[in-house]
């Protein structure tokens, strides 16, 4: 089956897909350094940089008619407004205009969409009964739920939104959720233990997979990625050498106190649960619960990515912060994997 990704970013919802045979045939990002790095990990899908606003929808897409699923996940920052401005025409939400624009035209058999979670909740519901309209104006069967990624073998709480839409009269269901939670030391405790400052772009694995969760995304990978530590001043250092293991803010004595909007703050990453969601902010140790189990340094690049389940053939390119913007804001492969599997489920493909 072919599939069009929309707002790709480096392609978790790609990944997830490309896993369970479906063929990537085309991808849209806007952001220059982000398509780069999706092509290099994505040689054979075409990658359209550009504004998906200024494309002619059309003309762009009219070689891929032939797709059978799009995927998407729009930013739409107007959905959580209480105000008076309550609907899909408000301007912060236009991107979504532009992926039900691309499923109308093309009419694939399927379409997923990934959102925010209060896109689902806010309101009284508002925003899920126009998205419903939308579609099913469309003649789209509509599937929408709040998912908690740690429900289906990802390391990590991270609530969001899935719609799922289908030609035809019964609705693909949707994954049913894990027995067994995997937690953040099933995820990185193979990895190097570097400190402040350490690592390399590449580099050997030093310790051999230790769970199944790391055997499996170290499937087919020579060589360690994207395993750098931030390199963090002294005050930092010593700040996280007063906190404990599970420990957080409220262990450090008042004198070393910050300031800080985020919870968690200074906070460990406690070993045998699952971690909290992973930002676009994971170096930065005042940012959120983003410190190592044990050392006394944020998360690397490559431990995030190991949290939001991409494999490690998966290599993030760029600059530092493009490549925290890359893992932090993707649909974690493992979920997008098992969505992919239903929609095969619900062809009878497998």
């Known amino acids: 089956m072919k599939v069009i990704d929309l ?7 790609s990944e997830g897909f490309r896993e369970s045979g479906f063929d990537v045939v085309v991808a849209n990002e806007i952001d220059e350094e982000i398509a780069k790095s999706y092509k290099k990990n994505n040689p054979d899908t075409v990658m359209i940089n550009e504004d998906i606003t200024k494309m002619d ?26 105000g008076k401005r309550l609907s899909l025409k408000d301007p912060r939400n236009y991107l979504f ?9 093309i009419r694939p058999q399927f379409f997923v969409m990934e ?7 806010t309101s009284s519901g ?7 309209d939308v579609f099913s104006n469309m003649g789209y069967l509509v599937n929408m739920s709040v998912l908690n990624v740690s429900d289906y073998g990802v390391p990590q709480n991270r609530r969001r939104a899935i719609i ?8 693909v269901k949707f994954p049913a959720k894990n027995e067994v939670k995997i937690n953040t030391w099933d995820a990185i405790s193979d990895l190097a233990f570097l400190n402040s400052g350490e690592g390399e772009f590449r580099q050997e694995y030093r310790f051999p997979a230790k769970t199944d969760y790391e055997k499996m995304l170290r499937e087919n990978s020579n060589y360690l990625y994207n395993h750098i530590s931030t390199r963090h001043s002294e005050k930092a250092i010593n700040r996280m050498k007063l906190i404990p293991e599970n420990g ?6 008042k004198e070393e106190l910050t300031r800080s909007i985020y919870s968690g703050t200074w906070g460990r990453v406690i070993k045998d649960q699952q971690s909290v969601t992973i930002t676009t902010r994971f170096d930065t140790p005042s940012s959120g619960r983003f410190t190592h189990p044990s050392l006394n340094r944020a998360l690397t690049v490559r431990e995030a990515a190991r949290i939001q389940s991409f494999p490690d053939t998966v290599v993030f390119y760029g600059t530092k912060s493009s490549q925290m913007k ?25």
Request: proline content about 5%; hydrophobic content about 35%.
């Open 7 to 13: 707002f790709s970013g480096i392609g978790g919802l």
């Open 97 to 105: 205009r532009y992926f039900a624009k691309v499923v109308k035209f």
């Open 164 to 171: 799922i839409g289908t030609l035809g009269d019964i609705k």
């Open 326 to 350: 890359q893992v932090g804001n993707a649909v974690p492969p493992l979920l997008a994997k098992k969505i992919a599997n239903q929609i095969l489920r619900h062809k009878g493909d497998k």
């Open 248 to 253: 957080d803010r409220s262990n450090l004595p």
């Open 126 to 132: 508002f925003f899920k009964k126009e998205i419903d």
């Open 57 to 82: 929808i059309s003309s762009v897409f009219k070689e891929y008619k032939n797709c059978d699923v799009v995927l998407g996940g729009p930013p739409c920052q107007g959905f959580s407004q209480k």
């Open 115 to 121: 959102n925010v979670s209060n896109l689902l909740t």
